[in-house]
Nanobody, 115 residues
Framework: VQLAESGGGLVQPGGSLRLSCATS????????MRWYRQPPGKGREFVAL????????SYADSVKGRFTISRDNAENTVDLQMNSLKSEDTAVYYC?????????WGQGTQVTVSS
């Protein structure tokens, strides 16, 4: 299983970024995919999930209405569109899949929201 996040960077408050996670090594279309983040000095926290065929999504309260998770089962990718970014969204963002009770993670991508 391999997960590779991309799309992070420095953005001003109120701006937008789109993160992407490229995957391989498992049957992508049959797995729920998740995004997590780890703010500086804090633990990893759940951000969003999307079920196998995109029929259901769920978001942390802190990002609801601002972030949108989506997936492309033909390309084996999962994206996170982040709008109206705030300084508290600054974190390393990780893509996650749980397969046979084992959690797999990418290397993460840094998102910094600052003026």
């Amino acid at each position: 299983v391999q997960l590779a996040e991309s799309g992070g960077g420095l953005v001003q408050p109120g701006g937008s970024l789109r993160l992407s996670c490229a995957t391989s090594g498992f049957t992508f279309s049959t797995h729920t995919m998740r995004w997590y983040r780890q703010p500086p000095g804090k633990g990893r926290e759940f951000v969003a999930l999307i079920t196998s065929f995109g029929t259901s999504t769920s978001y942390a309260d802190s990002v609801k209405g601002r972030f949108t998770i989506s997936r492309d089962n033909a390309e084996n990718t999962v994206d996170l569109q982040m709008n109206s970014l705030k300084s508290e969204d600054t974190a390393v963002y990780y893509c996650n899949v749980r397969r046979q009770a084992v959690d797999y993670w990418g290397q993460g991508t840094q998102v910094t929201v600052s003026s």
